[in-house]
């Protein structure tokens, strides 16, 4: 039989079919490195992935899923062991421990190469060495970001060719220039010795996610996991993207991009920074439930963005998919996200088979099927005292198949941002929405901004620790460092540009335990506060965090909500607030020098507003 890569090599000729020479100098190096069976090109192609697909449908990573239902869609199911980001093995090793910060792990970059060089040596064994050009954000970009992933999983490729723009155009605009890209190596670390049989998902116990922000190179080991393997996203557009915005004069953000349209026919753009699993994918694909008020979609988790001309904060969104959390995805919260995923063309991992070769997973449907195929393969039924899709299942999909797709997705120039949420998930203390007095102290709310932990990441969920900017897993270098450049932007921006900032809360509770808020498509009503707090239309009240609605100055028609209620999820409660400054001091206290004095200005005018 003919495989993929021998195809490939028989088409091409050669090896390495670039003209880049670092490029192909470095492909040659990894295969002596890791010495893969075959090394395959991905030209990105339909034809490529229904031929991944179907070897990956053999191998038993992947089930096809009912074509009618779910056309060209895909399901996968993990080691139970491997289902989220693994933060305590991500490490940023920069060239000094200082310049990685408190935030992160950091090893020295030579010892951590010789780490990695004894993991490598032989990893890809028996497995094919897949080369993916990708780029991240658009072909005609300005400065447009290149990188390379190589890596010996399939399921990574049929995923990387989601959620970036990948193959063989990118190739060829990479050579035009003989550009910078990234080199992104990725392997499961499962070598097949000579007879061994493969498993459906291969890993290894051991994983390194490692990012090397002076060289701008990525090595992911041991994981087959979205955030750890799909080196597009966290890893580049995040954590590396991150280190070059500070080089470079610009952001790149944990954040999604939504456009709104009022009944006057006004645009607005906002971003919005909230953590792993705190709302992003379901805010930025919005149903507004408030008359006339019209919501199109940019990006779902990660913003760029730069300075335009005029002063004012541009950003665009550099990715191609949707990596989003399948549980709570439903037609009654999210439709939007529904109608997408129902187009097909996804990969669903980790959530629960339905009888008739279809996915479910909690939350899709309001009554829960009879019986299913849990994502550990068990029988399942409503009685089942477990989950039946993991907590951090996903579904990942184009995201041009979202009807309420902005025709400003394609626009390499990206759109001005008239607005910043930072949002978090807090039971108490934080109401519904803040309005930030001015952008130094919208940059302290990010800077402060906390959230319960959740099942994005390994580890114990809802424990609220501080997540500045909904980056703390992702910023790249010095948190100091990341605050004061926040803090720098300010004086690129007019006056008359400057983003209005926002907190925000889905997440608090009432008394009773419930959620305060409804949440989901009535977040409309928030939105409609805040941009008509632009305009200069909605009252507020003065508090010491900032402003809040005043009485009935959020749009609660047709809510099933009393003013009481409202009142319960938008008050700000002083004394809880007092309670929260000794976490604030703390967190600020581990900044040390690197702290910006903006920001410890701001504390203390918290601080004494509060009275204390
Ligand atoms: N109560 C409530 N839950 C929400 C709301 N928005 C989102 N959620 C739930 O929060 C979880 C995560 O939502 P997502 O929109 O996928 O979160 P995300 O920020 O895009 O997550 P990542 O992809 O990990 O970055 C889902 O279970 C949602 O159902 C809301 O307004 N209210
Ligand atoms: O990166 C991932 O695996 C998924 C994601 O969007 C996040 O955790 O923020
Ligand atoms: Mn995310």
């Given at each position: 039989m003919t495989t993929i890569a021998d195809r490939q090599v028989q088409d091409s000729g050669h090896s390495a079919p670039t003209t880049h020479a670092k490029l192909a100098q470095w492909v040659e190096e990894v295969a002596a490195l890791t010495k893969p069976d075959r090394v395959y090109w991905v030209d990105g192609s339909q034809e490529e992935n229904d031929r991944l697909t179907a070897q990956l449908v053999e191998a038993g990573t992947l089930i096809k899923l009912n074509e009618e239902k779910f056309p060209g869609s895909f399901a996968a199911f993990s080691?139970?062991?491997?289902?989220?980001?693994?933060e305590e093995q991500t490490y940023i090793c920069s060239v000094n421990e200082r310049d990685a910060g408190f935030t992160n792990n950091w090893m020295e970059p030579n010892e951590m190469k010789a780490k990695l060089n004894g993991l490598f040596d032989g990893a890809m064994r028996g497995r094919t060495m897949y080369v993916i050009p990708f780029i991240m954000g658009h072909l005609d970009a300005e400065d447009p970001k290149f990188g390379v992933e190589i890596t010996d999983s399939e399921y990574v490729v049929a995923s990387m060719r989601i959620m970036a723009r990948i193959g063989t155009d990118v190739l060829r605009k990479l050579e035009e220039k003989q550009s910078f890209f990234v080199p992104a190596l990725h392997s499961v670390g499962a070598p097949l010795e000579a007879g061994q049989a493969d498993v459906p998902w291969p890993c290894n116990p051991e994983k390194w996610i490692v990012h090397f922000p002076e060289e701008r190179s990525i090595v992911s080991y041991g994981s087959g996991y979205g955030g750890n393997a799909l080196l597009g996203k966290k890893c580049f557009a995040l954590r590396i993207a991150s280190v070059v915005a500070r080089d470079e004069g610009w952001l790149a953000e944990h954040m999604l991009i939504l456009k709104l349209t009022s009944p006057e026919g006004k645009d607005y753009h906002v971003a919005a920074a909230f953590p792993s699993a705190c709302g992003k994918t379901n805010l930025a694909l919005l149903d507004p439930t408030i008359e006339g008020w019209k919501v199109e979609t940019l990006g779902d988790d990660i913003a760029w963005m730069r300075v335009g001309a005029n002063g004012e904060l541009r950003a665009v969104?550099?990715?191609?998919?949707l990596f989003g959390?399948?549980?709570?995805?439903?037609?009654?919260?999210n439709p939007n996200a529904m109608r997408a995923i129902e187009k097909g063309n996804s990969v669903f991992t980790n959530v629960a088979l339905t009888d008739d070769g279809g996915v479910w997973w909690e939350g899709m449907t309001d009554e829960t099927p009879a019986h299913l195929t849990d994502w550990l393969g068990n029988d399942w039924t409503?009685?089942?005292?477990?989950?039946?899709?993991?907590?951090?299942s996903r579904f990942c999909t184009p995201i041009a198949q979202i009807d309420m797709l902005s025709d400003e997705y394609n626009d390499p120039q990206g759109v001005k941002i008239d607005a910043i949420l930072f949002g978090g998930r807090r039971k108490t203390t934080v109401p519904l929405v803040t309005q930030a007095r001015s952008w130094t102290s919208g940059v302290f709310m990010g800077s402060t901004l906390s959230s319960e932990t959740t099942a994005a990441a390994a580890g114990q969920v809802g424990l609220v620790r501080r997540d500045p900017m909904a980056m703390l897993p992702f910023i790249g270098y010095d948190a100091g460092d990341y605050l004061n450049h926040w803090d720098s932007i300010r004086s690129h921006l007019a006056e008359d540009q400057l983003p209005q900032i926002f907190l925000v809360n889905w997440f608090r509770r009432t008394s009773e335990g419930g959620f305060a808020w409804p949440g989901f498509g009535e977040n409309s009503r928030v939105l409609k506060w805040a941009i008509e707090r632009l305009e200069g239309k909605a009252d507020a009240v003065d508090t010491p965090i900032g402003f809040v609605p005043a009485a009935?100055?959020?749009?609660?028609?047709?809510?099933?909500?009393s003013e009481d209620e409202v009142a319960e999820a938008t008050h700000v409660d002083v004394d809880e607030w007092c309670a929260e400054l000794p976490g604030i001091e703390e967190w600020f206290a581990r900044f040390g020098d690197s702290l910006p004095a903006s920001l410890r200005t701001e504390l203390d005018e918290l601080t004494a507003r509060l009275g204390r």
């Open positions: 080691d139970p062991s491997d289902v989220a980001r693994v969104n550099p990715e191609a998919g959390v399948a549980p709570g995805t439903g037609w009654s919260t409503p009685e089942s005292d477990r989950p039946a899709a993991h907590p951090n009935g100055s959020l749009d609660i028609k047709g809510l099933d909500l």
